[in-house]
Structures are given as structure tokens and as C-alpha cells.
């Protein structure tokens, strides 16, 4: 039954009752905009390295290799 009446209360979403109130993000609008732009930066460094340097990736999947086998032995 609860699952018929959900589907008719368009104005809540999903799993909400229609008497509470549903939050709408504790979060500013457009405050992760240069956290965001350093991520990407980031990876198109790495993707960028990966195709000039790729010794670098190759060191870098040895030394996780050797220390995630370290951790079994």
C-alpha cells in the first residue's frame, strides 16, 4: 500500500513521506567549482604522463606491487 501512494504524490521523492520535510543540500551552489578543477587538472596531468613518461606508471604499479605483497609475507 505504501508503495501505491508514493507513486501518486508526485510533489516528494522516493521513500519520502508526505509530511516531512525533505532537506535540499546543506552544500553552497558552485563551492566545489576550484576543488573540482584542481581534480581534473590533476588526471590530465597523470593521463598526460602516462602517454609521455610511461616508465613513471611502470615504477609506480612495481612500488605498489612490492608493498601491497609486503603486506602478505
Same mark, same amino acid.
Given at each position: 500500500?505504501? =508503495? ?8 516528494t521523492?522516493? @521513500? ?8 535540499r ?14 581534480? /581534473?587538472?590533476? !588526471?590530465?596531468?597523470?593521463?598526460? /604522463? ?8 611502470? !615504477? @609506480? ?5 612490492? =608493498?601491497? !605483497?609486503? /603486506?602478505?609475507?
Open positions: 500500500m505504501t =508503495q501505491h501512494v508514493r507513486d501518486n504524490e508526485h510533489e521523492t522516493l @521513500g519520502a513521506s508526505a509530511d516531512t520535510d525533505v532537506p543540500g546543506d552544500v553552497t551552489p558552485g563551492g566545489g567549482g576550484l576543488l573540482e578543477f584542481v581534480g /581534473l587538472t590533476l !588526471a590530465a596531468g597523470a593521463g598526460v /604522463l602516462f602517454v609521455v613518461r610511461p616508465e613513471f606508471y611502470e !615504477a @609506480g604499479v612495481h612500488i605498489f606491487a612490492t =608493498q601491497t !605483497a609486503s /603486506l602478505f609475507h
